[in-house]
């Protein structure tokens, strides 16, 4: 496994109290830091272009992200940027690029430690913290390049909006994404499948407030797992968020870093199955937590085999809210994937 990273990303600098705060990048580099330390490859990003930016986003939204280079600015109500933001978004967006290509081209599992993250951003509008798509800028990348199925897993807490919008008619990428719901952005109802010849490509997961361990692991083993073998992509990329842990401030769910090993686990051998993978970070708030999962995510995805611990609540039995999101799926993916 290669890790891509910079010690730039804490200049991207928010307003103090905001979550998504320079802070976080010190996290990215600690764990950076130790992995290069168990002899670990650590490489420096390189810049996404305004070439690969605008195959997700439009030129108005790129000229208004550029714009705001060397001042600071609010590009709406919790998202900012500082004289820097614009420079550290392109290596946000390249580091993740660069992961893919390496993976591609290697075989070996690339991470892109980032921030800003970038789930959110739409093509024409840059929120929820994020000021460019990171990971639908890397899976455009990708399709351009040749490949025919590119998969984007998001296990962030949030709907990544702008990653299902960018890809919503486009079979090529598939998009599976498992969330708090109702929950910021509002987006992401089971009922979401895509449109065109992008029907039944968009895969949303939505989970009530509460979710534990055993919950999430039902759910992708009984649908995400299944569609993606059955998808059988060439690329996977995982947006990696872990603000879905129980001591996350913006969320409600009950995770653990031990159920976040675990969904890696099984996204790993269904990805390798087929193709290969790539991750890059998007939330998580709480930065002992972040930690915490990023450290077992790294000892999942770097050796043969992992010790997932013995955590109750993996061994307890999933909650009716499981099931409910699990009928609400199936009711409407049913009809374009096999054995849901």
Request: net charge negative.
């Amino acid at each position: 496994m290669v890790i891509i990273s910079s010690p730039r990303f804490d200049e991207h600098v928010t307003p103090p109290g905001h979550p998504e705060r320079p802070e976080r990048a010190e996290v990215l580099d600690a764990v950076a830091a130790a992995y290069r330390q168990r002899g670990g490859s650590v490489l420096e990003p390189i810049a996404a272009t305004r070439e690969q930016l605008a195959r997700v986003h439009s030129d108005e939204h790129l000229d208004r992200i550029a714009a705001t280079a060397g001042k600071p600015s609010m590009l709406d109500a919790d998202t900012f940027t500082s004289p820097a933001s614009h420079e550290i978004a392109l290596l946000a967006a390249g580091a993740i690029v660069q992961a893919a290509a390496h993976a591609r081209t290697t075989g070996e599992v690339a991470l892109a430690l980032v921030r800003p993250p970038g789930h959110h951003a739409e093509r024409g509008q840059a929120m929820g913290f994020c000021l460019y798509n990171n990971v639908a800028v890397a899976a455009a990348q990708a399709i351009a390049d040749g490949l025919e199925r590119v998969a984007i897993v998001d296990i962030d807490v949030h709907h990544g909006n702008g990653s299902q919008w960018t890809f919503y008619d486009d079979p090529r990428v598939l998009y599976i994404s498992s969330h708090q719901f109702p929950f910021y952005p509002g987006t992401g109802a089971a009922g979401e499948v895509g449109k065109g010849d992008g029907a039944g490509f968009t895969v949303n997961i939505p989970l009530e407030a509460g979710a534990t361990d055993a919950d999430y692991d039902l759910v992708y083993r009984d649908i995400a797992v299944p569609v993606l073998t059955q998808f059988a992509p060439q690329l996977t990329l995982i947006s990696a968020g872990f603000d879905a842990h129980e001591a996350d401030p913006l969320a409600s769910m009950r995770m653990t870093a031990t159920g976040y090993r675990r969904i890696v686990r099984r996204l790993e051998a269904a990805a390798m199955a087929s193709g290969k993978l790539a991750l890059v970070t998007e939330g998580g708030y709480d930065l002992a937590a972040l930690r915490e999962c990023l450290d077992g995510t790294i000892d999942v995805l770097a050796a043969d085999t992992a010790d997932l611990g013995d955590d109750q609540a993996l061994r307890s039995i999933p909650a009716p809210r499981a099931e409910r999101a699990l009928a609400a799926v199936r009711a409407a993916q049913s009809a374009f994937w096999r054995g849901l």
